[in-house]
């Protein structure tokens, strides 16, 4: 085989994986290549980080079964005809610490109301209570920055709508039974496959700006889950057998966003509270849930307007509890 000297190690053997179509032993990649086989798992690894995905078997070798997806911003930005999100900047990062992050520091910068900030991989992405979000590969991870004239107690609303955004796309463009778990999970299956996090800067109990961040799991294989998340996690690929282009499930996920944004800011909340209610496994259930520090066992009766899960213990005792994590400025 000649191969041109220019291509980089790296991508002949991306090359070389992709003709062959099936399992090719790290032995002959690194005859055929002159380096060593320590070498070829490098590259292959790197090559991952890429997008691809290569999967590798123990005296099989690897087996070539996807190309990273590009995402195009330009391509999301003309097929969506939203209202706010989407009309501030737009930003696409390869790699990033967490887009939340990103969000926060522009948002508190400034950044116009609707701005967009994607990546292709997060190294610490932010989960709700601190806990961390696993980004797997060919994943969609992104947050609008939002400048909402609305009171701080209807944060709660805003996770509300984001969830209710990815379990519709998941359910109307992938035929996905997918089910919102309260207050900020997507799930198939009884596993996550998507997830939300809303946080918010305030100025003199006002706010100032208010994030929405979405990460949900596309294009990944079981495989590729840390061994702590297997049999917990999920993605739409694992649950539909079929890999979707990251530009369609931005726009259809960021449409739908839009239009629940724009009931929020329309005062519109029963219409919201209605799709939600149907698609969410929580009302009606009993439940036990730490609030304020303290352990609530009771019923969960309802979403108020704004977004609060009502829950009744059994003396009656209402509570109203939100659904978010909020950065207080
Ligand atoms: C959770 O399930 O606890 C919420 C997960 C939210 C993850 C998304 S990925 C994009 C955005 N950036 C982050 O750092 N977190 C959110």
């Known amino acids: 085989m000649v191969m041109e000297n220019k291509i980089s190690t790296k991508d002949k053997i991306a090359y070389l994986l992709r003709k062959n179509k099936e399992w090719v032993s790290g032995e002959n990649i690194s005859g055929c290549l002159g380096i060593s086989r320590a070498a070829v ?10 997008g691809y995905l ?20 330009n391509l999301i930005k003309n097929s969506l005809n939203t209202k706010i999100i989407g009309k501030g900047e737009w ?12 969000a926060a520091i522009k948002g508190a910068q400034g950044a116009l109301n609707g701005s967009l900030i994607m990546a292709g991989s997060q190294t610490n992405g932010r989960g709700r209570k601190g806990r961390k979000w696993f980004s797997a ?19 709660s609303l805003l996770t509300i709508i984001a969830t209710l955004a990815v379990q519709q796309t998941l359910a109307e463009v992938m035929g996905l039974k997918a089910i919102i778990k309260w207050p900020n999970d997507v799930l198939v299956n009884n596993k996550k496959l998507a997830g939300v996090l809303v946080e918010a800067g305030l100025s003199a109990g006002e706010l100032d700006w208010a994030i929405i961040g ?9 495989s590729e889950f840390p061994e702590e998340l297997k049999g917990l996690i999920t993605s739409v690929m ?27 800011l329309n005062k519109k909340e029963p219409d919201i509270i209605k799709a939600w209610k149907l698609n969410s496994e929580i009302i009606n259930k009993k439940i036990a849930i730490n609030f ?5 066992e009771g019923e969960a009766v309802d979403i108020s307007l704004e977004g609060l899960l009502i829950v009744k213990d059994d003396k009656n005792y209402e509570y109203q509890i939100e659904a978010g994590d909020y950065i207080i400025s």
């Open 292 to 296: 304020n520090n303290i352990k609530i």
């Open 137 to 155: 590969p060919r994943s969609i991870f992104f947050s609008t920055v939002l400048r909402p004239d609305m009171a701080p107690k209807k944060l």
């Open 238 to 264: 694992e649950e539909s057998s079929k890999n979707y282009p990251r530009n369609s499930v931005y726009k259809e996920i960021i449409a739908r966003l839009d239009y629940y944004y724009d009931l929020v």
């Open 54 to 73: 290569i999967e590798s078997a123990p005296r099989r070798g690897y087996l070539f079964k996807l190309e990273p997806d590009k995402v195009d911003l």
């Open 214 to 222: 979405i990460g949900c799991n596309v294009n990944a294989c079981a």
């Open 41 to 50: 798992a490098k590259h292959v690894g790197a090559l991952r980080h890429e």
């Open 91 to 102: 930003f696409w990062l390869d790699k990033t610490f967490s887009t939340n992050r990103e």
